[in-house]
């Protein structure tokens, strides 16, 4: 089993997929310094340390990330709120993160999100280059990882894998999900293999859609896949005949790639 040559540091540990990933990757082995503001709900694992810190905590972050080789960065605030309780997690944060990358040359895997693009419609497809169309400031603070990831590869040659994740849930629970639903699974798949391959490819930075082998996943297109060499094995095909026409009957919602997230605070006069 191959397994990273430097402790990789993982952020949001306490979080939905920060424990996924957390029991996963310590049952083959690696170090992982763990961390987040609130306490590590489970059992830590083996060959794991837990470390309590706030990311806006810029000497903490740096502190934790000393040695390490990778940082996965999945903490901060993961569902839309106000912008001003946005802004410390998830701009301020990730800078500091960014800085624990640059300082220590650990490639950065940034769980940034769908809701980077939200508003794209549901019937467009896209390619890693689309243009950012933000639902909500949950969404524009990922789409400004993702330009922060630029700026630190230009600048400073950090590599990045941002990771524009669907739905990562157990199991798809609505039809929309039939389209963006990521496995536990293929997400740790993804996450090892954007710690474990050799580089980024020439680009310094790549996008990735995380997604599952969905059939009704129609929206996103070309990525850096190959690159790392990740391809996804699960399907929420299974779910389709329980879940087909589960929708919310809300028109914005529906209309739109993020979905509900679109429709949260939606004043404009409603698509037709
Ligand atoms: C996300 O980015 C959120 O973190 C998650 O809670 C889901 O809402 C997901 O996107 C989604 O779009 O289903």
Redo the contacts with the bound molecule.
């Keep these: 089993m191959t397994v990273p040559a430097k402790p990789t540091l993982l952020t949001g540990a306490s979080g939905a997929l920060g424990r996924v990933l957390a029991k996963a990757l310590a049952a083959q082995g690696w170090a992982l310094r763990l961390t987040d503001r609130v306490p590590f709900p489970d059992k830590v694992p083996e060959g794991a340390r837990f470390t309590l810190a706030e990311l806006e905590d810029g000497p903490a972050i740096l502190r934790l990330a000393e040695g390490c080789g990778t940082i996965l960065h999945f903490g901060g605030i ?2 839309e709120h106000p912008f001003e309780t946005v802004i410390g997690p998830n701009i301020r944060g990730l800078y500091h993160a960014y800085e624990a990358a640059r300082r220590e040359r650990m490639r950065m895997v940034f769980a940034s ?3 980077t693009i939200g508003f794209h419609e549901r019937n467009e497809v896209l390619d890693d280059d689309c243009q950012m169309r933000s639902d909500g400031y949950y969404g524009i603070s990922k789409a400004y990882g993702e330009l922060m990831g630029w700026l630190y590869w230009d600048k400073y040659g950090v590599e990045s894998v941002f990771l524009r ?3 990562c849930t157990p199991e798809p629970t609505d039809d929309r999900m039939l389209s ?1 639903w990521l496995s536990h699974g293929d997400l740790t798949r993804l996450v090892e293999r954007s710690t474990l391959a050799e580089s980024t490819g020439r680009a310094g930075c790549l996008v990735i859609w995380g997604v599952s082998k969905n059939a009704r996943m129609t929206w996103w297109r070309k990525d850096g896949r190959e690159t790392i060499g990740w391809a996804p094995q699960d399907s929420a095909d299974p779910y389709i005949a329980k879940l087909d026409g589960k929708a919310s009957g809300n028109p914005v919602a529906e209309r739109y790639q ?2 509900s997230f679109c429709a949260l605070d939606y004043s404009r006069k409603a698509p037709t």
Excluded: K
Aim: glycine letters at 28%; hydrophobic letters at 20%; proline letters at 0%.
């Design positions: 993961s569902v999100s769908n809701h994740i669907g739905s963006t993020g979905g």
